[in-house]
């Protein structure tokens, strides 16, 4: 896992594209042509026929994504190699199973993709360890016109293989590190801040890649190049979201939910989000995740005297300074959104009917206010 770069790289692009395949690279903006990434994958792809599609924004767009879904509709491409963060990865996501759907392909976000009877393969070469969505299938994105983020998952959406080198990491801005260490930490919250259910493996699996991110997070930080911290990251980000702590155990995923408005509307980075909501989450839920918050404070934090609510409170608080720690604000208020933030959102959790949230279904708009209002 830590041999440096080498030609092995080369060697993989090589096996793993079909050499009848008509391949469709897809990137970002101006990073991976500067940091030499798509010179190289464009080299590996050898007298491949290739075209490419750049310009994929963060939180990608429906209608940025349709003019990709045209041009592999048009060239009859067959193969999606994605360039990039999660923002990419998930875009070409959505263009593997739009260029093939029958209807209009926004059906596939509205009905979270269980409409996907076939979708074009896909491979990875990751640049920002963050989402896990180079090992998992799901995929987010945002239309525009309406501020509507919709996730929307299916097992045709699996990356066929996906390159990760840590090297490639050295280029990210902090706030990505940052923005990546925080959405990590988050997903795994997700799968493992619910309920016990004697899931022994998947809890200490959870809890030592939290304590792994809280480890590794200043040096990730602080030190761009520390190619061991960075495959680290990589690595924890990747499990983090490949469905193995999250086999068999309840999830919540509310923060991420309402997070999504949150970005839709206020374009806020996504690890942002999930930043705002978590804490006043697991303050209002506190009742109902007693018991994993007790562990999460005990294994993760060494939080081990006080009474029960003060280690709850203190493990909460925990959360909130690491995530501050960062650089990362944990409030609305930050951002300068106040009450008018609060109602915008419960609107658009209304009309996406994101009215039944977390592990026990029981996060309504009622409750959703109360979390939105305790991170003011
Ligand atoms: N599919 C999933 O399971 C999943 C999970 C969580 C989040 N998401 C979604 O993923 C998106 C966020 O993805 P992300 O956090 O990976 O960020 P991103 O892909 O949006 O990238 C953020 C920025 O970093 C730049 N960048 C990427 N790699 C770089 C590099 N090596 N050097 C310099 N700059 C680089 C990009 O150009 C972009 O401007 C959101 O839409 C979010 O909702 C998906």
Not at 102 to 130: C, H, K, M, S, Y
């Amino acid at each position: 896992m830590y041999r440096r770069k080498s030609d092995t790289f080369a060697f993989h692009y090589a096996t793993l594209v079909p050499e009848t395949a008509r391949v469709l690279i897809l990137y970002g903006g101006a990073s991976a042509e500067k940091t030499g990434t798509l010179a190289e994958v464009r080299a590996a792809l050898g007298s491949r026929s290739v075209h490419e599609f750049g310009g994929i924004e963060p939180n990608p767009s429906y209608e940025t994504l349709m003019r990709a879904v045209q041009l592999v509709r048009a060239e009859r491409l067959d193969f999606l190699l994605a360039v990039g963060g999660g923002s990419v990865i998930d875009g070409s996501k959505f263009v593997a199973a739009a260029a093939l759907y029958d209807g209009e392909p926004w059906e596939i976000a509205e009905q979270g993709g269980a409409n996907i009877r076939r979708a074009l393969p896909i491979g990875t070469v990751l640049t920002l360890p963050a989402t896990g969505s180079e090992m998992n299938n799901g995929a987010v994105v945002t239309r525009k016109a309406t501020q509507a983020k919709l996730p929307f998952r299916n097992p045709l959406l699996f990356p066929q293989f996906s390159i990760l080198d840590p090297s490639k990491t050295f280029t990210l801005p902090t706030k990505q590190v940052a923005n990546g260490l925080v959405d990590a930490y988050v997903h795994t919250i997700e799968q493992y801040l619910t309920y016990p259910v004697q899931a022994l493996v998947q809890d200490r699996f959870a809890e030592g890649l939290l304590q792994t991110l809280i480890e590794i997070a200043p040096q990730a930080v602080a030190a761009p190049d520390d190619y061991t911290t960075r495959a680290n990251l990589m690595w924890t980000a990747t499990l983090a979201l490949n469905g193995l702590i999250g086999a068999g155990v309840p999830q919540d995923w509310a923060t991420h939910m309402i997070g999504h408005e949150l970005t839709a509307l206020y374009d806020i980075d996504h690890a942002r989000t999930l930043a705002i909501v978590l804490p006043a989450l697991l303050e209002v839920q506190r009742d109902s995740k007693h018991a994993k918050l007790l562990q999460y404070g005990a294994r993760v934090w060494n939080i081990s005297t006080g009474s029960e609510a003060e280690r709850i409170t203190a493990a909460i608080a925990s959360t909130r300074a690491f995530f501050e720690g960062l650089g990362i604000p944990t409030r609305l208020s930050a951002y300068e959104l106040g009450q008018d933030a609060v109602e915008a959102v419960l609107r658009q959790l209304e009309s996406h009917r994101m009215t039944a949230l977390g592990e026990h279904r029981d996060i309504d708009l009622a409750r959703s206010r109360r979390i939105l209002e305790a991170a003011l």
